[in-house]
């Protein structure tokens, strides 16, 4: 008995320091000072220690912001990045659909508004219900680079940033719209 209770207390010592286990979404208030109306923020760090932030602010906007871990080179301000969830087809962000905007080290776009009770977005349904999300950017002098997050826990994240009583539906759709399910994709 004793053996097996240390074999236990061993084996949750190493799931909680395992990568997989850091990479959890986690959700964080409103940064001090950020614009009223705004909600929490679900974020993600992965391994190589670049971080995803989803957001609402004030206006009902729902932004991605990726951030690039310290002490890299800055992000090529000309180029924004592209992103594949599982093995989708990749989205080549844009400056003026996505409302793209570069800085040296993070890269923030649309990707829907809250409208009354529910968000339309066919980004968000894929990263509620995606396994995993591949980000492709440019580095200033250095060429493209690439970097994976795990969606695990993404969809409890990402609702609960959207904030209480929010539903994240489908885009595009004719007629009403639906309620995202697991068996939601990408076209």
């Known amino acids: 008995m004793r053996v097996t209770s240390r074999f236990c207390s061993l084996l949750a010592t190493v799931a909680l320091l395992s990568p997989s286990a850091s990479a959890e979404w986690r959700v964080y208030p409103p940064a001090t000072g950020s614009q009223p109306g705004t909600g929490e923020v679900a974020t993600v760090t992965n391994a190589s220690g670049h971080s995803l932030r989803v957001y609402r602010d004030g206006d009902g906007f729902v932004y991605g912001e990726f951030v690039l871990r310290r002490g890299l080179h800055a992000l090529a301000r000309t180029t924004c990045p592209s992103y594949q969830i599982d093995l989708k087809r990749p989205v080549a962000l844009r400056y003026e659909r996505d409302w793209c905007e570069v800085s040296d080290h993070s890269a923030r776009f649309r990707l829907g508004r809250a409208e009354g009770d529910r968000v339309e977005s066919k980004a968000l349904i894929g990263l509620m219900n995606g396994t995993r999300?591949?980000?492709r950017f440019?580095?200033?002098g250095l060429g493209y680079q690439e970097t994976e997050f795990s969606l695990r826990g993404s969809k409890q994240a990402l609702n609960q940033a959207m904030g209480t009583g929010v539903r994240v539906v489908r885009e595009n759709r004719p007629g009403p719209p639906v309620p995202a399910t697991?068996?939601?994709t990408l076209d």
Do not use: A, I, K, S
């Open 182 to 184: 697991p068996e939601d």
């Open 138 to 140: 440019h580095l200033t």
């Open 133 to 135: 999300l591949r980000f």
